[in-house]
């Protein structure tokens, strides 16, 4: 079956630093995969989206990198606040969307 | 625009009770969603649907039904109550339209927090 991997441990790092979380799947070759942020007690919020035949896309501070080789795609915040802090989740797909259950980001000031 | 709204915020349900679960959008979007999330987990696909008249299961659609008779509306039902489903459930809904017109950015509601005991 699909299975999506996102490190469970809360990441901690400092403001101003680039805050790198991992989505790692299995079982599965997505023709997108996309990133959203949650936020305590609410629904999440689409961030970015990347396709099969992107390497790499950008937004503002955030930039996304897939390996369909690796099966990973890898989610940059640059010069991280505290205002970052979230929870952050993977998903695979278009439309039916199945999940990563997500990595908390804790940005120190 | 509200977006996506969600009624009721919380809810506590006896085993056994049944109750329905209202997704408004008002963005004009053809695919509707339900997901629900367990504490510390990512998000389960229940049902969605394509349009008016059209739906489909998800992951994990076992003791829920959905109907979409309109655009806006996506209710979410649930028979006979079990403890397995106290979940936050989140309605979502996309576009889809010609080529080049589609998005897939799922717009979230607030949620509706369920507990059954």
């Known amino acids: 079956s699909q299975k999506i991997e996102q490190n469970s441990e809360a990441l901690n790092i400092q403001e101003g630093k680039t805050a790198t979380l991992t989505c790692n799947y299995t079982?599965?070759?997505?023709?997108?995969l996309q990133w959203y942020r949650q936020d305590p007690g609410r629904g999440p919020v689409f961030l970015l989206l990347i396709r099969e035949n992107e390497k790499e896309k950008r937004k503002e501070r955030l930039k996304v990198t897939f390996d369909t080789t690796l099966k990973q795609s890898l989610f940059h915040i640059t010069a991280s606040q505290p205002a970052d802090s979230a929870t952050y989740l993977c998903a695979l797909g278009g439309r039916a969307l199945t999940f990563g259950s997500g990595t908390r980001l804790q940005v120190q000031p | 625009n509200a977006g996506v709204t969600q009624t009721p915020k919380f809810r506590i349900l006896k085993i056994g009770q049944s109750m329905t679960l209202q997704c408004t959008q008002d963005m004009n979007h053809n695919y509707m969603y339900w997901y629900r999330q367990d504490p510390g987990m990512g998000l389960k696909l229940i049902y969605y649907s394509v349009g008016a008249g059209i739906t489909d299961k998800g992951e994990v659609p076992n003791g829920y039904n959905v109907s979409r008779s309109t655009t806006e509306d996506f209710p979410l039902r649930l028979e006979l109550a079990a403890p397995s489903q106290t979940s936050v459930y989140f309605c979502?809904?996309?576009?889809?339209?010609?080529?080049?017109?589609?998005?897939?950015?799922?717009?979230f509601g607030p949620g509706t927090r369920l507990t059954v005991t």
């Open positions: 979502a809904s996309s576009y889809s339209g010609a080529e080049g017109g589609s998005t897939y950015e799922q717009y």
């Open positions: 079982n599965y070759s997505p023709a997108y």
